[in-house]
């Protein structure tokens, strides 16, 4: 079998691709030759993206989408089957996340989450599936966390949406393993990205100062990039990972592998 990372002629929808992780994954796809399909709910941003792939000669489109609201998923799936001419690959990336325990934690806040978490990854693989099943298979990969894997304070409903990717992760690629369809999920642990900028100066004092003090936990004792997130991602939707399916696979500097906090 001549297995490759090249992605030429595929097709790839990254939801939530306008900063992060989404976009490292966005313009890795493209660099390695798919058409990409950008997508969130700011348009400024996802025009960026877009202008900064075309400019490295890649192909990408953007689609506008608030996967809060219904329907949107649907149409998000069908605007890149028409844009970009089919669907090989999906990355449910899009999340939120808000930090509070269980009574702190509102009702409109345990629901939005679970509405771009969980329901959307949800709506648009199952959409997905539809589709790679008359295709001849495809593969989809879900952004999980490695607080879906344990649990973090402060987190309940973050952590809870988590966990319920890792399950939708693992029953799909039971079901549909026997149609071609590859269902995995990476679970990113500490990644410097914006929202982490964001959790962290909610706390107050030095920036700086919070993100060595995070660094200073993990047993590689670094956060990592969204790249590198977004190459985990690359190889679980690649032919070089033609046998794996159902994997949850943590990203996080080995901190899955401790029982606490690493000395």
Same mark, same amino acid.
């Given at each position: 079998?001549?297995?490759?990372?090249n992605?030429?002629?595929?097709?790839?929808?990254?939801?939530?691709?306008?900063?992060?992780?989404?976009?490292?994954?966005?313009?890795?796809? *493209? %660099? @390695? +030759? $798919?058409? !990409?399909?950008?997508?969130?709910?700011?348009?400024?941003? /996802?025009?960026?993206?877009?202008? #900064?792939i075309?400019?490295?000669?890649?192909?990408?489109?953007?689609?506008a989408?608030?996967?809060?609201?219904?329907?949107?998923?649907?149409?998000?799936?069908?605007?890149?089957l028409?844009?970009?001419?089919?669907?090989?690959?999906?990355?449910?990336n899009?999340?939120?996340l808000?930090s509070?325990?269980?009574?702190?934690?509102?009702?409109?806040?345990?629901l939005?989450t679970?509405?771009?978490?969980?329901?959307?990854?949800?709506?648009?693989?199952?959409?997905?599936?539809?589709?790679?099943?008359? *295709? %001849? @298979? +495809? $593969?989809? !990969?879900?952004?999980?966390?490695?607080?879906?894997?344990? /649990?973090e304070?402060?987190?309940? #409903?973050?952590?809870?949406?988590?966990?319920?990717?890792?399950?939708?992760?693992?029953?799909m690629?039971?079901?549909?393993?026997?149609?071609?369809?590859?269902?995995?999920s990476?679970c990113?642990?500490?990644i410097?990205t914006?929202?982490?900028?964001?959790i962290?100066?909610?706390?107050?004092?030095?920036?700086?100062?919070?993100?060595?003090?995070l660094?200073?936990?993990?047993?590689?004792?670094r956060?990592?990039?969204?790249?590198?997130?977004?190459?985990?991602?690359?190889?679980?939707?690649?032919?070089?990972?033609?046998?794996?399916?159902?994997?949850?696979l943590?990203?996080?500097?080995?901190?899955?592998?401790?029982?606490?906090?690493?000395?």
């Amino acid at each position: 079998m001549n297995a490759t990372w090249n992605f030429a002629g595929k097709a790839v929808l990254v939801t939530g691709s306008t900063t992060g992780i989404g976009e490292a994954c966005a313009r890795a796809f *493209a %660099g @390695g +030759g $798919a058409r !990409v399909m950008v997508s969130g709910r700011d348009a400024h941003r /996802g025009r960026r993206v877009v202008e #900064a792939i075309e400019a490295r000669g890649g192909s990408a489109a953007f689609a506008a989408a608030d996967l809060r609201e219904p329907g949107a998923c649907e149409a998000l799936l069908g605007a890149t089957l028409e844009r970009l001419g089919g669907l090989d690959v999906l990355v449910n990336n899009a999340g939120i996340l808000h930090s509070a325990n269980a009574p702190d934690t509102s009702d409109a806040q345990w629901l939005e989450t679970m509405a771009v978490n969980v329901n959307a990854v949800f709506y648009l693989s199952r959409a997905a599936v539809r589709h790679m099943r008359a *295709a %001849g @298979g +495809g $593969a989809i !990969v879900n952004i999980a966390s490695e607080w879906g894997l344990n /649990g973090e304070p402060n987190h309940v #409903a973050y952590c809870a949406s988590k966990g319920a990717v890792i399950q939708i992760t693992r029953c799909m690629a039971l079901d549909h393993a026997r149609e071609g369809i590859r269902v995995n999920s990476v679970c990113p642990g500490e990644i410097h990205t914006h929202m982490l900028d964001d959790i962290l100066s909610r706390r107050g004092g030095d920036l700086a100062a919070h993100l060595q003090a995070l660094a200073a936990g993990v047993p590689m004792r670094r956060l990592a990039s969204p790249a590198e997130v977004a190459h985990c991602v690359q190889f679980l939707a690649s032919d070089l990972a033609s046998y794996v399916t159902g994997v949850n696979l943590p990203v996080d500097g080995g901190n899955d592998a401790t029982a606490g906090p690493y000395p």
